[in-house]
């Protein structure tokens, strides 16, 4: 287990469309671990494989809310079968550090993936899980939260990012 390196907006690793997995292995779930991991150590509800420069379609999330317990989920090839609704919500992400932005996602999703023991498992979600479910999906193929703003929020977000990776540069 190992805490990885977050990629940061505008890294071109994160418009990769990552590719399916052909197998889970034991590789894969070294590969999970490592992830839940270092979202934990960066405080994230959510990790994408391609933030961590991994070109596989994973991601971890946990939507437990603050003193309730952990609740780990995976995804592995994951399929948005179902919206319903629709919502706007406040979103951040571990690739846009000092940046939150309300986006507007459907308000239920399902979802059909596979879990870290190769396991299909089909998921309904709302709330935090369903919106985590959609932005850490748009991640695999390479669809970042600044697509879904104006030109002008984009540039106000890509300023907000940079500024916070200078001031991160300047204290190490
Ligand atoms: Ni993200």
Known sequence: MAVLEILKYPDPRLRQVAKPLEQVTDETRKIVESMAETMYAANGCGLAAPQVGIDSRIFVIDAAGEGEPSDLRVFINPEIVKTEGGLTWEEGCLSFPGATEE??????????ALDQFGNPFELQAD??????????????????????????????????????????????
């Open 103 to 112: 986006i507007r996602r459907a308000e239920r999703v399902t979802v059909k």
């Open 127 to 172: 709330g935090l899980l369903a919106i985590a479910i959609q932005h850490e999906n748009d991640h695999l193929n390479g669809v970042l939260m600044i697509d879904k703003l104006n030109a002008l929020r984009r540039r106000l977000v890509s300023r907000k990012v940079s500024r916070a990776l200078q001031e991160e540069a300047s204290q190490s």
